[in-house]
């Protein structure tokens, strides 16, 4: 009669001491690093691309210019109050807001520096503009328009140089997704690798077990809870050098955002998402051992 095996019995096989476990332990922490990495870069890409199409695709500036002679308050204001109207009944536009003077001086400040008296210079007015739909919304139509109701004012069409950066955006969140599926393809062969050495190394051990009753499939499973444990591990190394690697990187470049680059951040729910790489990495370690070992010795035995 055949000895049946308990699932939660000791390890016959000493894969403690495999020599494979440390390469297994390294590979798996660089892949996770790198495929974490990438990640984010995807996930900040996706949101730079998102925040461009809603807040600036479907928006326009424009400019109101100083007039060249001395004005009054009140015929300055009726100089902008005209292009605030011609906006506010123009077809297609959901939104007008007048630009502060006191924010268009802080966006001059980094180029004039902070020494430039702004208030010696004739900075025009500026409007921002919130379309419905900046791919159906006809400028030509409304510049022409705008000229023969102010010609002092002009469109500034955000869209029209845009539509190439979001177009070379696009190519590097296509580019960071291979580069995603090359680092998962690189982990899956590096464990088939570990994993199938181990296989021969314990051949013969695995025979005699065989022999006393132990199914392929007791045997995969502790190959399994084995790769389950050093992959939680080794991840967890690689996922905390990714998380101080991304703060490194976040806390030098906090001083360098700018209108177009601002919205390249992770939400808590990126955030969340790299820091639930370790278990993604057990679990897949657990789940392609199982069936690799399973595989392997219908082969072999």
Request: charged fraction near 15%; aromatic fraction near 10%.
């Amino acid at each position: 009669m055949q000895h049946k095996f308990s699932f939660f019995k000791r390890a016959e096989l000493p894969l403690k001491n495999d020599k494979a476990n440390l390469f297994l332990e390294i590979s798996t922490a660089v892949s996770v690093f790198l495929f974490s990495i990438t990640l984010a870069a995807f996930f900040m890409i996706s949101a730079v691309i998102s925040s461009w199409n809603k807040n600036i695709v479907d928006g326009l500036t424009v400019q109101i210019m100083a007039s060249p002679e001395p004005l009054s308050v009140e015929e300055d204001q009726m100089r902008v109050n005209k292009v605030l109207m011609f906006f506010e009944g123009l077809s297609g536009v959901e939104k007008v807001r007048l630009v502060s003077d006191q924010k268009i001086k802080k966006l001059m400040t980094p180029w004039l520096g902070a020494d430039a008296d702004l208030n010696a210079l004739p900075l025009p007015k500026l409007l921002n503009v919130r379309l419905k739909d900046g791919k159906t919304f006809d400028y030509a139509a409304a510049k022409s328009s705008l000229h023969e109701v102010a010609p002092y004012a002009s469109i500034d069409n955000h869209g029209m140089w845009l539509k190439k950066l979001i177009q070379s955006a696009s190519s590097l969140k296509a580019l960071s997704v291979f580069v995603l599926i090359l680092v998962l393809l690189a982990a899956v062969f590096s464990l088939f690798y570990a994993v199938g050495t181990s296989l021969k190394v314990h051949q013969n051990l695995i025979e005699i077990l065989h022999i006393m009753g132990a199914t392929d499939s007791y045997i995969a499973k502790q190959y399994a809870y084995r790769c389950f444990a050093l992959g939680l591990v080794s991840s967890v190394f690689g996922t905390i050098i990714t998380l101080l690697a991304l703060f490194t990187v976040s806390g030098l470049s906090s001083g360098l955002e700018t209108g177009l680059i601002g919205a390249a951040s992770l939400s808590k729910m990126h955030w969340g998402i790299l820091c639930a790489m370790p278990i993604f990495t057990a679990l897949l370690s657990m789940v392609m051992s199982y069936l690799w070992v399973k595989r392997t010795l219908g082969k072999i035995m």
